[in-house]
Nanobody, 122 residues
Framework: VQLVESGGGSVQAGGSLRLSCAAS????????MGWFRQAPGKEREFVAA???????FYADSVKGRFTTSRDNAKNTVYLQMNSLKPEDTAIYYC?????????????????WGQGTQVTVSS
């Protein structure tokens, strides 16, 4: 499955963005999907995940501000990001877990998108 993220951009603190992750090649309905991010000079970190049953999981740093969802008919997963903070600045990646799990462990994701830049200014 090929994944393509979109929706990144520049926003002021307190603003919102919605990222999309569109899949091609395979249907996403049986996949677990994760969102990760990597800031300059930092390691990639887990942000959010959604299982094939739409169970959701979030990092503590984004809980209550970010929401992930999926639209299997559109073969797309979303990350709605509200109340953005400068520390949310990073490249955001979506990834697919072929076992259908939403997991915070990057090693459990087989397919990755190319990433989309999110920049939050203070």
């Amino acid at each position: 499955v090929q994944l393509v993220e979109s929706g990144g951009g520049s926003v002021q603190a307190g603003g919102s963005l919605r990222l999309s992750c569109a899949a091609s090649g395979r249907t996403l309905s049986s996949y677990g999907m994760g969102w990760f991010r990597q800031a300059p000079g930092k390691e990639r970190e887990f942000v959010a995940a959604i299982s094939w049953r739409s169970d959701t999981f979030y990092a503590d740093s984004v809980k209550g501000r970010f929401t992930t969802s999926r639209d299997n008919a559109k073969n797309t997963v979303y990350l709605q990001m509200n109340s953005l903070k400068p520390e949310d600045t990073a490249i955001y990646y979506c990834a697919a877990n072929t076992q259908g799990r939403g997991t915070p462990y990057s090693r459990e994701y087989r397919n990755w998108g190319q990433g989309t830049q999110v920049t939050v200014s203070s």
